[in-house]
């Protein structure tokens, strides 16, 4: 069965820098998550789309912005990075016109800031 | 935002043991899922288990909602099954993460 796809798998950055990453859902979902796991912590949730309209937004710094496309598609852009931005960060995709359905998550983008 | 507590904090089992990990929420949620995440950081998405019982191979859960209090068992473990275990619920379209139970099943 098709997974969550997220890229790049891994991301070497300096402070100060920008970086992008994507999610593709699995095909058919229309809500897409972000969260932000930093190291021996619990994931964080960070923002959401459904539909490609924001609807709902946790802990995610103004230097974080995100959006969804027509295709489903998300891209986290982090910009100004900090030392602290050193993290696992997730996509997650759902059937979300509901609420009630399986969050499924995809492999994460391991993100180090130097 | 609803608290999750899960206990314990840590679990160390022989292989072949049985075990109960815990998961208490402050509020209630039509959304929880149980996550064991790998040593190379993957969340494997367990059960969608808001309430009710389900079983899958050696796991099974249990989800009490009028309590706020839901169950993973593991039984016969092996150590393909260490990691650490998340609960995780909510009611809208994010989802708040517990601590985690960090399991470590010795052969």
């Known amino acids: 069965a098709a997974g969550v796809i997220q890229s790049p798998r891994h991301l070497i950055k300096e402070k100060r820098e920008t970086a992008t990453l994507k999610c593709y859902p699995i095909p058919r979902h229309d809500t897409v998550y972000w969260y932000q796991q930093g190291p021996g912590q619990d994931p964080q949730f960070l923002i959401s789309?459904?539909?490609?309209?924001?609807?709902d937004k946790g802990s995610i710094p103004d230097r974080f912005s995100a959006q969804q496309f027509s295709d489903y598609h998300s891209e986290l852009n982090m910009s100004s990075l900090e030392l602290g931005d050193s993290a696992l960060y997730f996509c997650?995709?759902?059937?979300?016109?509901?609420?009630?359905?399986?969050?499924?998550f995809g492999p994460g983008t391991r993100l180090l800031v130097l | 935002g609803i608290q999750v507590e899960q206990s314990p904090p840590d679990l160390i089992l022989q292989e072949g043991a049985n075990s109960t990990l815990r998961c208490n929420f402050s509020d209630s949620v039509n959304n929880l899922q149980w996550f064991h995440q790998n040593p190379w950081g993957q969340l494997i998405n367990l059960f969608y288990i808001p309430s009710g019982t389900k079983q899958n191979g050696r796991l099974s859960a249990t989800t009490v909602a009028t309590e706020r209090y839901s169950l993973l068992y593991i039984s016969s473990s092996q150590t393909t099954d260490s990691g650490v275990y998340f609960c995780?619920?909510?009611?809208?379209?994010?989802?708040?993460f517990g601590a985690g139970t960090t399991v470590t099943v010795r052969a």
């Open positions: 789309f459904y539909e490609k309209m924001q609807s």
């Open positions: 995780a619920v909510g009611n809208d379209y994010k989802l708040s």
């Open positions: 997650a995709s759902s059937l979300g016109f509901s609420r009630r359905e399986t969050q499924y």
